[in-house]
């Protein structure tokens, strides 16, 4: 590559697959990122310094051997890491990135994702300025006024979901057609002013909604 | 006369029974040796006192008096059986023989008894017949059905659970030959096994037991478990023990098939599973290979900043090999399915299908979906494995119920029925029916058209049915909703044979 190419920032890229560690790279890379690369939690811990992490953002996988990428993360935010981090987990693990989110995530990324879902991600990460450690400290009040407006059915709805639940179990468990809860999350997502659902979730987290 | 007298004393004297004579009042006159010897009294002791101060048990003064009133009134002879106590305080049960003696007025003076002291014997027959009643109440308590016959095969007893069991009454079938509670096939068994019983004419104690089909008043079978045991006395007797398992049977049943429901549900549960860890495993290399394509494609799109081709070529290759990984597994994973220890027997499919259906449709009113079933009469057997179609029956119900989520009319319908010498397992729904756009690959890994669906079902199915020599594909169903058809080849060495 040639030295005319402005950098958006560095991204340390914790995931223990190989091909994985290539293949995001050569995507990172092509998107005009810096990448870092580390094969475990337990690899970048033991590289890590504050030159390494200044002004970078961390994509790591919840899923690896060694210290998980949860781990990793609970870890950061004792510690007070100073960067955010952004995590990759399966697709439609929500559990899982609600409990990221928890631990200090800025964001989620369901595999497989595409370029433009996962630049949407690092932006989110590098505009937010956001260090692990200070991610849902407290609610916005915008956030508490936009949450009380929805209807007591809606925050029933927004809890199932962010406890993970499809719509289709909602309906069970609420009585109601799937459909039904297909609106309400309309609702709730155009109320919220959630751009989409992993907005969503970090709001539900950011409000201490628990399953 | 006075010879005579003495002759008649020496011969009260001499016998060895009780010979007693009393006056009109019941005072003793003359008590001999072997009153003496049955009583303890002598005759010192004894004469001149009254029978009923010393001799009869109060409680049987009122009927021996009246006895002997009788006696001395209406004269003649009286027959009466009561009890003398002796010195000791024990009871003699003594059979009376008395007779009136008459005085020269005519009048009856003298009461003369001669007794047999039949104590022992009463006492034997009491123990006998408070051994009978014993016998009698514990072949009527038994909680299993008692049956004795003779060697003619007439029925000699019936307890009480027998009349329960066979629901006759014992009135009804003593004398009746016991051919009548059982079945024509049992029948000819128990005459078989009558006849060896018979000419084995050893006296041996023999105790058989047998699984037997019982047969009722009301003309149900049963199954039953006999044993049987003789006993001789003066004619060989035949005890039939008859145990009505029915409730055994029905518990045995319902057990087994709770533990298939369990074993199917975890079965279902395992492929669930494998689902998830699939999904992990596929998404690193499909990561992969979407980030090589489109770390290619983001350059190519840098005009002022173009990639080498060989940067390219190595990405791309990188991608296929990925893609390659992917398809290994998906490989992999059909394999498994395919070279799992395959269990094939041949089975009743209408049977097969009845089970799965019962455990795919659970749920199914919870959604407001009408289940209907039909399973064509000229189905039979296939030599199949049964958990392997089962679980594409469950996975096609499933899929149907899914598909009708939004559906006005909601009516799922399995059905069986022979074509063209295959069975046909069909299932019908009203659903959004097939998406065009993953028609052609319905049957392949990862097409679906559910947003949580992984696509693995249908081609996990294809491999099953494949595997059967059978084929699956889908119709529509009269422009709303799919019918999914899986067709197996009918048969199977052993037709005819059990499902089990």
């Known amino acids: 590559m040639k030295a005319a190419r402005v950098s958006k920032g560095k991204i340390l890229l914790v995931d223990d697959d190989p091909a994985v560690q290539r293949g995001l790279s050569a995507l990172l890379l092509a998107a005009n990122y810096d990448v870092e690369i580390f094969g475990s939690g337990d690899d970048f811990l033991a590289k890590r310094d504050n030159s390494l992490t200044a002004g970078a953002a961390m994509l790591v996988d919840v899923y690896m051997p060694g210290v998980q990428g949860l781990e990793l993360l609970e870890r950061l935010k004792k510690e007070g890491a100073g960067f955010p981090v952004v995590v990759m987990t399966a697709h439609g693990d929500v559990p899982m990135a609600v409990r990221a989110m928890r631990s200090g995530a800025v964001d989620f990324l369901e595999k497989p994702f595409t370029a433009s879902e996962m630049t949407a991600a690092l932006d989110r990460a590098f505009s937010s300025l956001q260090p692990v450690e200070e991610v849902a400290s407290h609610a916005s009040i915008k956030l508490q006024r936009d949450y009380a407006a929805l209807t007591p059915r809606e925050r029933e709805v927004l809890r199932e979901i962010v406890c993970g639940d499809t719509n289709k179990e909602i309906a069970r468990k609420l009585d109601v057609s799937p459909r039904t809860v297909e609106v309400h999350r309309h609702n709730i997502m155009s109320k919220m002013e959630a751009k989409n659902f992993a907005e969503l979730v970090r709001m539900a987290v950011v409000l201490e909604i628990r399953c | ?500």
């Open chain 2, 1 to 500: 006369m006075d010879l005579g007298r003495s002759a008649a004393d020496s011969i009260i004297e001499a016998v060895a029974t009780p010979v007693v004579i009393l006056n009109r009042d019941g005072e003793i006159v003359c008590f001999n040796r072997a009153c003496e010897i049955m009583t303890g009294y002598s005759r010192e002791e004894a004469i001149g006192r009254s029978v009923w101060e010393f001799l009869i048990p109060e409680g049987e003064i009122p009927a021996v008096r009246e006895v002997f009133d009788r006696t001395r009134d209406a004269g003649g002879s009286t027959q009466f059986t009561n009890s003398w106590k002796s010195k000791s305080g024990e009871l003699r049960v003594i059979e009376w023989s008395n007779r009136a003696l008459e005085d020269s007025a005519g009048r009856a003076a003298y009461i003369l008894a001669a007794g047999v002291d039949v104590t022992a014997v009463r006492s034997n027959e009491r123990a006998l017949s408070e051994s009978r009643a014993l016998l009698s109440s514990i072949i009527n308590a038994s909680p299993t059905a008692i049956v004795t016959i003779d060697v003619a095969g007439s029925i000699l007893g019936f307890s009480r659970q027998a009349e329960e069991t066979f629901g006759y009454s014992q009135a009804e079938v003593i004398g009746k030959p016991v051919k009548i509670l059982m079945p024509p096939a049992e029948q000819l068994r128990h005459e078989g096994n009558m006849r060896r019983y018979i000419e084995s004419n050893e006296a041996r104690e023999f105790r058989i037991t047998r699984p037997v089909t019982g047969l009722r008043a009301n003309g149900q079978e049963f199954p039953a478990i006999l044993h049987v045991t003789e006993f001789r006395d003066d004619q060989r007797v035949f005890v039939g023990f008859v145990e009505d398992i029915t409730e055994q049977r029905a518990t045995e049943r319902r057990l087994a098939d709770t533990q298939f429901e369990l074993r199917h549900a975890s079965r279902v549960g395992a492929m669930g599973e494998m689902a998830t860890s699939i999904a992990h495993e596929l998404n690193q290399p499909l990561t992969a290979a979407a980030s090589f394509i489109e770390a290619v494609s983001l350059s190519l799109r840098k005009k002022d900043n173009p990639p080498r081709l060989e940067d390219a070529v190595v990405l791309l290759d990188e991608a296929v090999s990925e893609i390659r990984r992917a398809s290994k597994i998906i490989r992999q994973m059909r394999e498994f399915v395919r070279k799992r220890r395959s269990a094939k027997a041949v089975h009743k499919v209408n049977k097969v299908v009845e089970e799965a259906c019962a455990i795919a449709v659970i749920g199914a009113d919870e959604y407001g979906v009408d289940v209907e079933t039909r399973f064509g009469a000229d189905v039979g057997t296939a030599s199949i494995d049964r958990i392997q179609i089962q679980q594409v029956v469950i996975n096609l119900i499933r899929n149907a119920i899914d598909a009708m989520q939004e559906s006005e009319e909601k009516h799922l319908t399995i059905s069986t029925a022979m074509k063209d010498g295959m069975i046909e397992i069909r299932v019908a729904d009203t659903g959004v029916g097939i998406p065009t756009a993953i028609k052609s690959r319905l049957f392949e890994p990862f097409a679906t058209s559910k947003s949580d669906g992984m696509g693995v079902g249908l081609s996990i199915s294809k491999s099953i049915v494949d595997a059967h020599q059978g084929e699956i594909f889908a119709t529509e169903n009269n422009e709303k909703g799919s019918i999914f058809v899986v067709r197996l080849p009918a048969g199977g060495e052993g037709e005819g044979g059990a499902s089990q």
